[in-house]
């Protein structure tokens, strides 16, 4: 069978495929400790699943606009100027299904093959996927434990070249937990203000969960605001992974070049969750700021249970719901079996099948000395899966 080049381009999810692994071994009967996936372990809250109930009863079951409803876009500007402080009008804002599909509305509207995509690590794997999918450079910064795991403005500037086309980065930042300031974001955009070619997308996926202080965005400032995509959506903040609704502020060009490309793939995401977005983000925000007291006390836990494991060195994250730590000091060592731990993967599949502990891959997200757990779980799985985590890495010779 013939298929197509384009699948030798990009590589499937490392976050799907050990979850895919993970449900094969659970269906086995093997208890299996899920710390892969970034998927909060909440309901969605109450007030939102009787507004999609609502909407069911008011036949709301019929085709919508591709940008998505009107008045849903009007709430995406009512919360972002409440929560951000940013001005934006309905017809800057297209509505996805999911936040993935945001991203790659993006990157297909402004990249061409050979433009080049500059992309900080650690990143979500998804990013420089859909840029090679469709023919663009990713150009990769190496960032560092020391630094946060955050690019600074002299290794942004020594970056941009005159294929730049977009930098794309996400605060707080899946995997490491990163947050930038204010003033680091004020360093960065100084950057940018010298290359008017470069365009940012602004992953704000996480903006909820952040445990230091207020959400900074990029699109704070007058004098970028049109080059900058803010990308956002309902799943981590409200609890809604399934629901698939994603969003993008960004110029009107950009808005309708998404809506044009979205037009020809999904149209736009389904009537029912678009109306209890509504509700989502102008809704009561308690069941959210909840949901982040009860992230705050399990990283809390987290991080004392990592700290117990030797030669490990991980950050506390200010945001985002995992711990990235860096393992390469049990690269070279052997399991019982004498099989050879040469890098993170081997680390992650020595976990799942010997420790029945499912985590990511740090190569993934480019850190391929790190892997990623998460800890949007019980504190019951927490402390049973780090406790699995200990006991295996111990028994490595």
């Not at 490990?312 to 019982?336: L, S």
Request: glycine content about 6%; charged content about 20%; some cysteine.
């Amino acid at each position: 069978m013939q298929l197509s080049s384009l699948l030798a381009r990009f590589n499937e999810p490392e976050t799907l495929k050990m979850a895919k692994l993970g449900r094969e071994l659970r269906a086995k009967g093997i208890d299996i400790t899920d710390m892969s996936l970034g998927e909060p372990d909440f309901d969605t809250p109450d007030h939102i699943k009787e507004a999609a109930k609502k909407a069911i009863d008011e036949n709301y079951s019929h085709y919508t606009p591709v940008a998505g409803y009107l008045d849903l876009r009007q709430a995406v500007c009512t919360k972002l100027q409440r929560d951000n402080g940013l001005a934006y009008t309905p017809e800057q804002i297209i509505v996805s299904t999911g936040a993935k599909q945001s991203i790659a509305n993006i990157v297909l509207a402004l990249v061409d093959a050979g433009d080049e995509v500059i992309i900080p690590t650690p990143y979500w794997v998804t990013y420089s996927e859909i840029v090679r999918l469709i023919g663009g450079t990713v150009k990769l910064v190496q960032t560092s434990v020391d630094a946060g795991y955050k690019i600074t403005p002299s290794q942004l500037e020594a970056a941009i070249t005159d294929k730049t086309k977009l930098f794309m980065f996400s605060s707080p930042c899946n995997p490491s937990g990163a947050l930038y300031s204010k003033e680091e974001l004020t360093a960065l955009a100084e950057v940018f203000k010298k290359h008017p070619q470069v365009f940012i997308m602004s992953d704000e996926i996480y903006e909820h969960i952040n445990f230091v202080g207020k959400h900074e965005s990029i699109a704070q400032f007058d004098f970028l605001k049109e080059r900058v995509i803010v990308i956002n959506g309902l799943s981590k903040g409200f609890a809604m992974t399934g629901w698939r609704l994603g969003y993008t502020a960004s110029s009107v060009a950009i808005a309708r070049a998404c809506e044009k490309i979205q037009g020809q793939f999904t149209s736009a995401p389904n009537s029912i969750t678009q109306r209890a977005a509504i509700t989502a983000l102008t809704g009561d925000l308690k069941p959210t700021i909840d949901m982040v007291a009860a992230f705050k006390q399990r990283r809390q836990i987290v991080m004392k249970l990592i700290k117990e494991i030797p030669g490990v060195i991980c950050n506390e994250p200010p945001g985002a719901f995992y711990i990235f730590p860096d393992v390469h000091v049990y690269f070279g060592k052997k399991t019982a079996a004498g099989n050879s731990i040469n890098d993170a993967d081997d680390l992650c599949m020595y976990l799942l099948n010997d420790a029945h502990i499912s985590s990511v891959s740090g190569k993934a997200f480019g850190e391929p000395n790190c892997i990623r757990l998460s800890f949007a779980n019980s504190v019951e799985n927490i402390e049973k899966g780090m406790g699995k985590i200990k006991a295996a890495l111990a028994a490595l010779k």
